[in-house]
């Protein structure tokens, strides 16, 4: 990206092992991510030009000498960060906090080859070379689904449960998806689009909200006794659905938050008053990786229906701008 609006596909140099612990994968499949629309819509500034994406999947074609666990021609699957999985905040289950971290966004996931740091603590390889209609899904695990997986975790969704999810996009959508697979009795997913309800539905809503703010809180706490719901997951970032989110979870109840902030400002006393968890953060991926990718492989879970549109790597300024306007739910790149 070399500034807002302004996504270009050029040839860069081949990554290469830089460290003993690196490896290189050929991409499979890349993809856009709501939060690369931030800088794309100049609401964030990076070091342009910045090479962009952090989801990825692909086969391993190269190892550092001292990688011991990922080796060539595996298939992988890993998260938006590189961690060693192995510090005391990694065993403790938060990968994304790694005192090692590497963000991948740095080394630009959209691309056909890719450095990872850290391989054998990022990576996670699958039984086998996946067939194809699997990848979509593979690929959901290494953000959008560990992303939706975490806010539901956060938010304590479980039996006995109600759950409402603020947000549409991907992270909105799979977080039902992981609420339904974590068992709440009832899902509560708030969006006004027709084809993201559908989907919201598919993946295991029970109910669907399509106002806003006040109006939206409103209509939770009517589907809940007036109580609210017992736990919410908030998938967007702003101040509108971060207040919409903590004020239509109960008393003693859960948020989690799992959509990146940008311009949220919750005044004091009204968390005070609130009563509720707030748990949230960039998502431990890598915690959720192997289970994701057990459900995914035994076909248990279908992830990758979010990508609505597939194109090629070189049409990579098409996807962002169909995301932009909404036009696409996420956009999967096949280099
Ligand atoms: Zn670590």
Redesign the pocket.
Known sequence: MYGPGDVRVERREAPRIVEPTDAVIRVSAACVCGSDLWPYRGVEELPWPAPMGHEYAGIVEEVGAEVQTIEPGQFVVGSFWA?????????SGY?SA????VPMGMLGAQADLLRVPLAD?TLVATPDIPSDDLVPSLLAASDVLGTGWFGAVAAEAGPGKTVAVVGDGAVGLLAVLAVKQLGAERIIAMSRHDARQRLAREYGATDIVEQRGDAGVAAIKELTDGLGAHSVVEAVGTHESMTQAINATRPGGHVGFVGVAHGVAIEGMDLFWSLVHLHGGPAPVRRFLPELIDLIWNRQIDPGKVFDLELSLDEAAAGYRAMDQREAIKVLLRP
């Open positions: 961690t060693d999985n192995t510090c005391e905040v990694c065993r990968q790694c005192v090692n971290r603590g």
